[in-house]
C-alpha cells in the first residue's frame, strides 16, 4: 500500500525539523541489559546533551570530538575513548547544527531554519519565509574548548542542511553547503526565491571561503548551479514519494570530497553526481562525469532489485575507489518499503570512476512492528591497511553497523549494536563514525555515534562503541570531518 505522510511527518524524515522539536525533554536512565548486538560489538559509552535535543552530526580533531545538536553543540576530550569527558556543552538553538572542525580552531554549524538572528540567542521566527529571519552558517572560536564564542556568520539561501569542507590552501578553507526548499525562507522558495532573484525550486549549492586568519570575513564566494541531467522534470517532486504539500525542489542533501583526487560525490535528492573541483576550489557541478539515476524496483519487496526515495547520503572510500550511496527513505518497516513494491532505504555501492552500481545492502535483521523505520542514515569508511572495504553506518531504529564492502558485490555485516525495542524505546541513530585517534584497545576499531531522531527523545546521545574484528588493521587518523576524504 503506498504510504502518504503528513507535510509534518516528512519534514521530520528529511531533517528539516519545526521549531517544537529543538527541545524534546531530558530523557529517562535506560537499561542496556536488553539490547541487541553481535558478539563483537559493545557499548563503551553514552552521554544524552543537557537539553534532550535532538542530536545531529560528528566533526572530530585530535583528541576532541564536536557533537551537534539542535540545542547547540558538545565539545568532548576523547583521548581516552573509554570515558570521555565534557568539556563544554554550548547552547545555540538551531536546525540542524551539523558541525564542521578545523585545526581545534574553528568549528561552523549550519542553521536550517529560519531565525530572528544569526547570533546564539535567537529564537526560530514565527513564519518560516519571515523576510527580515537568517538562516545560514555560523562560525565560532573553539581555540579554548571550555568556553567557545561566536566570532561571525554567513547568511545562505535555504540555509544550510549539510556542509563539507575543501580546504584551498594553508590560509582558506571553503565549504560546501547544500540546501533546499522543503521549507520556504527568507529568499528560499516559490514565492521567495523569484522575489529576491531565485530560482523557485533552488537548483544551486552555495560555497563559503573561510580566509582562516580572519573568520570573521567568511563569504558566500560561488552559487554552482544543479541540475538533473537526463531527469524528465529536472526536480525531486515529493508527491511522487507520498509526501503531499511539499514544494518541488532541485538541490542537493549531501556533498562528499576526496581532497587528493579533487572530486566530490553529491547526493541531490533525484541524482548521485561526480563533480570534478576546480583550481579554484569550486566543483563543476554542470558537467558531472558522470550520474547515476535509478527509480526501478523489477522484482518487488525483498528482491535482488531495489528503488528508491530520496538520495541524502554519498561517502567516498579513503583510497576512492567505491562510492556509497545512500537512500533515506519515507517509508515504514524493517527493511523499510514504500509505493507499494519498492525496497528503500537502502545502501548502495558505485565504481567511482564508471558511476556503475555493485550491489545494494539492507540490514539482514527484521522488526515486525508497524512503526519500525530502518532507513539508512549518515556512516564513512575505516581507513585498513589490509585491503579490506568496512562501511560504518547508522540506521534508523536499526542501530549501528559494520558492513564489509570487500567482496564488492556481495557485501555482508559484520557487526552491529541495536537498543532493544522499538519507538521512542528503541536506536534512532543520526550518525555512525569510525574514528581511530586513541585507540580503545589493540585489534579493535573505535566507533563513535550519535542517537536520538526520528520519533522522540532516545537515552543514548553521544555514543562510543567497540568492534573487535580477526585480522582488520585501520590506521590512526590525526582529524576527521566525515564528509571529506584527505
Known amino acids: 500500500m503506498r504510504r502518504r505522510i503528513s507535510v509534518r511527518m516528512a519534514v521530520a524524515v528529511v531533517t528539516v525539523v519545526l521549531a517544537q522539536v529543538f527541545t524534546l525533554g531530558a530523557p529517562a536512565h535506560a537499561d542496556h541489559s536488553q539490547d541487541q548486538h553481535s558478539p563483537n560489538a559493545r557499548l ?79 529564537t526560530p521566527t514565527a513564519a518560516f519565509d519571515d523576510p527580515t529571519g537568517w538562516e545560514g552558517v555560523r562560525i565560532f572560536d573553539v581555540s579554548n574548548p571550555r568556553e567557545p564564542h561566536q566570532v561571525g556568520s554567513v547568511y545562505t539561501d535555504c540555509g544550510a542542511h549539510t556542509m563539507s569542507v575543501f580546504p584551498k590552501n594553508r590560509h582558506e578553507v571553503l565549504l560546501y553547503v547544500s540546501s533546499y526548499p522543503l521549507l520556504p525562507g527568507p529568499t528560499c522558495g516559490p514565492v521567495r526565491g523569484p522575489e529576491n532573484g531565485n530560482s523557485p525550486l533552488h537548483e544551486k549549492i552555495s560555497v563559503i571561503s573561510v580566509p582562516l586568519r580572519n573568520p570573521e570575513a567568511a563569504r558566500v564566494v560561488a552559487e ?26 532541485t538541490g542537493c542533501h ?56 530520496f538520495w541524502h547520503t554519498a561517502r567516498i572510500t579513503w583510497d576512492g575507489r567505491y562510492v556509497q550511496i545512500d537512500d533515506e527513505s519515507f517509508g515504514s518497516g524493517c527493511p523499510t518499503v514504500t509505493l507499494g513494491n519498492e525496497d528503500t532505504g537502502r545502501t548502495h555501492l558505485l565504481d567511482m570512476r564508471t ?127 566525515p564528509q571529506t576524504v584527505g
Request: hydrophobic share 30%; proline share 6%.
Open 224 to 249: 554552482p548551479v544543479i541540475s538533473y541531467p537526463g531527469d524528465p522534470d529536472n526536480r525531486f517532486d515529493p508527491d511522487e514519494h507520498g509526501l503531499t504539500g511539499l514544494d518541488d525542489f
Open 355 to 481: 558511476g556503475r552500481r555493485l550491489s545494494t545492502f539492507t540490514l539482514p535483521r527484521t522488526d515486525a512492528s508497524p512503526t519500525a523505520y530502518c532507513s539508512v542514515h549518515q556512516g564513512n569508511f575505516v581507513r585498513t591497511t589490509d585491503g579490506r572495504y568496512l562501511s560504518v553506518s547508522a540506521w534508523y531504529t536499526g542501530g549501528v553497523d559494520v558492513i564489509d564492502f570487500t567482496n564488492p558485490r556481495h557485501p555482508r555485516e559484520v557487526a552491529y549494536y541495536d537498543i532493544a525495542g522499538d519507538g521512542t524505546a528503541g536506536s534512532h541513530n543520526w550518525a555512525a563514525y569510525w574514528y581511530e585517534g586513541s585507540q580503545l584497545s589493540r585489534n579493535s576499531l573505535t566507533i563513535y555515534g550519535q542517537d536520538g531522531f526520528a520519533g522522540g527523545p532516545s537515552p543514548r546521545g553521544f555514543e562510543v562503541f567497540e568492534v573487535r574484528l580477526r585480522g582488520v588493521r585501520d590506521r590512526s587518523v590525526r582529524h576527521m570531518n
Open 254 to 309: 549531501d556533498i562528499s570530497v576526496h581532497v587528493e583526487r579533487r572530486v566530490a560525490a553529491a547526493a541531490c535528492g533525484e541524482q548521485i553526481q561526480l563533480w570534478r573541483i576546480g583550481r579554484d576550489g569550486i566543483p563543476d557541478t554542470e558537467h558531472p562525469v558522470w550520474v547515476f539515476d535509478d527509480k526501478t524496483d523489477s522484482d518487488g519487496p525483498g528482491g535482488g532489485d531495489s528503488g528508491r526515495d
Open 44 to 122: 563503551v559509552f553514552n552521554s544524552q546533551n543537557s537539553t534532550g535535543a535532538t542530536n545531529s552530526d560528528l566533526a572530530f580533531w585530535g583528541n576532541r570530538t564536536y557533537a551537534g545538536n539542535y540545542a547547540g553543540f558538545r565539545i568532548f576530550d576523547i583521548s581516552r575513548p573509554a570515558s570521555p569527558q565534557l568539556l563544554s556543552d554550548f547552547q545555540c538553538l538551531g536546525a540542524q547544527n551539523d558541525v564542521v572542525a578545523w585545526e581545534n580552531e574553528l568549528v561552523f554549524t549550519g542553521t536550517d531554519r529560519t531565525m530572528t538572528g544569526p547570533e546564539c540567542g535567537s
